[in-house]
Every structure is written in structure tokens, then in C-alpha cells.
């Protein structure tokens, strides 16, 4: 026997690799998990639960209200855009206890740092950014006030201290 005989026919359409057997892909699984778990962080960073604080329209209207009520304002300068604004209000404003406290005490009137129509007000109040919150007689003049994302009991803490 010499060498050609040992050797088998080539065929061109044969895979010369060994046939890999079908493995649990890492990867998509990994990517998946990701993508899940990132949008549940992003849906819990900003969902907002609604609240039944009754919020005055804007400055002007809250003013009034607590002209007429002899109740003290309470200022929440907030956005959309800002995180430890959502946070407060998962937190702090959706509370039962917080709701109940606000509507009884004080006339409270939210803020959008956002909007141009309230550049007036913000600079009446020093207000760089948000959040900020601020209790104010019913003039307006500010008795106390805090700046950025507050805890429920820091924030009823706040509240009873102010008025």
C-alpha cells in the first residue's frame, strides 16, 4: 500500500471542522437580563405615583389662597428632569400622612424651574435649581426653607418647625 491509498477523497463540500455541538448562549442571556433589569431601574427612577395634595395653579393664585385662608405657602421647586424631584415625590408628597398635613396647613404651590413664566418668582427666592423647598407666610416672605432631596421625616420635621 502507498500513501494515496490511505488517504480519503476530498470533497469540496465538506466542512473540514468538527461539528460544534449546540451550547446555552451566555451572552444573549447576559444582554437580556441586562436590558430587563435596566428597564425596571429606569421605570422605578421615574415613575411618579399621583398625589391629592390640593396645589394651587401657580404663585400668584397660592398668594391669595393663603391671604384669604391666614394659612403659611409651602414652595416646592421641582422639574421633570430632576431625580431627586421624582424621588421626593415617590416618597415624600404620594405619603398619606405628608398629604393629609399639607392640605390641612398650609396653601402649597408647585414650581417648574423650567418654565419661563416662573423666572420672576425663582429670582425672588434665589432659587438656582431644584429641588427647594420653602414655607413663606402668607405675604410671601420665606420663614424657612430647604435645598435638595429631603426624606419623609426630615421633610414633616421641616414642616413643624417652620410654622
Not at 7 to 17: G, V
Not at 52 to 81: C, H, M, V
Request: charged share 20%; net charge neutral.
Amino acid at each position: 500500500m502507498n500513501d494515496q491509498d490511505s488517504e480519503l477523497p476530498f470533497d469540496e463540500t465538506m466542512d473540514s471542522s468538527p461539528t460544534r455541538k449546540p451550547r446555552f448562549h451566555f451572552w444573549r442571556c447576559f444582554w437580556l437580563t441586562f436590558l430587563v433589569v435596566s428597564l425596571g431601574y429606569a421605570w422605578h427612577c421615574f415613575y411618579v405615583p399621583a398625589n391629592e395634595i390640593a396645589w394651587a395653579k401657580d404663585y400668584a393664585s397660592a398668594k391669595r389662597q393663603a391671604a384669604k385662608a391666614d394659612k403659611p405657602i409651602l414652595l416646592s421647586f421641582t422639574a421633570n428632569w430632576c431625580v431627586p424631584c421624582r424621588v421626593m415625590k415617590r416618597q415624600v408628597w404620594a405619603d398619606s400622612q405628608v398629604m393629609k398635613l399639607v392640605n390641612a396647613e398650609f396653601v402649597p404651590v408647585a414650581i417648574d424651574v423650567g418654565d419661563p413664566k416662573n423666572a420672576e418668582v425663582m429670582d425672588a427666592y434665589n432659587i438656582q435649581g431644584p429641588p427647594v423647598t420653602i414655607v413663606c407666610n402668607s405675604q410671601g416672605k420665606a420663614l424657612d426653607w430647604r435645598a435638595g432631596g429631603i426624606s419623609k421625616p426630615v421633610f414633616l420635621e421641616f414642616l413643624d418647625s417652620s410654622h
